[in-house]
């Protein structure tokens, strides 16, 4: 994850520059980033934990079909806890992975970020 935002930071460190370049301050781009990150993490972590659910759910019913009763509990039981701790780790990878790209966007010098090819 902090590959594709780092990346992402600097496909557009132009764009950041020019922002930079009419009075945007460091932690306003900051923010941007964030905020990019944030919205990410809200249409990823759901997929992300229902994806993770339908693999549960894949996993019983394989069981289910290679031999039945004795060595497996084909039982599904999804803990409201687990779920809540697979978001809080997803949101935290998540922000880690932002925070030193949204840094770099931020501590960007404007006529070095518009100057650059």
Do not use: H
């Amino acid at each position: 994850m902090y590959n594709s935002f780092q990346i992402s930071v600097v496909e557009r460190i132009k764009e950041f520059g020019l922002l930079r370049a009419v009075g945007t301050t460091p932690n306003q781009i900051i923010n941007i980033v964030l905020r990019e990150a944030t919205i990410l993490a809200c249409i990823g972590v759901p997929i992300g934990i229902m994806c993770g659910m339908a693999a549960m759910w894949g996993i019983t019913v394989v069981f289910k079909l290679i031999g039945g009763t004795g060595l497996f509990i084909t039982k599904l039981v999804i803990d409201p806890f687990v779920i809540v701790i697979s978001i809080v780790v997803g949101l935290i990878s998540i922000y880690l992975s932002a925070f030193l790209p949204a840094i770099f966007a931020g501590r960007i010098s404007p006529l070095l970020a518009i100057s650059s090819n």
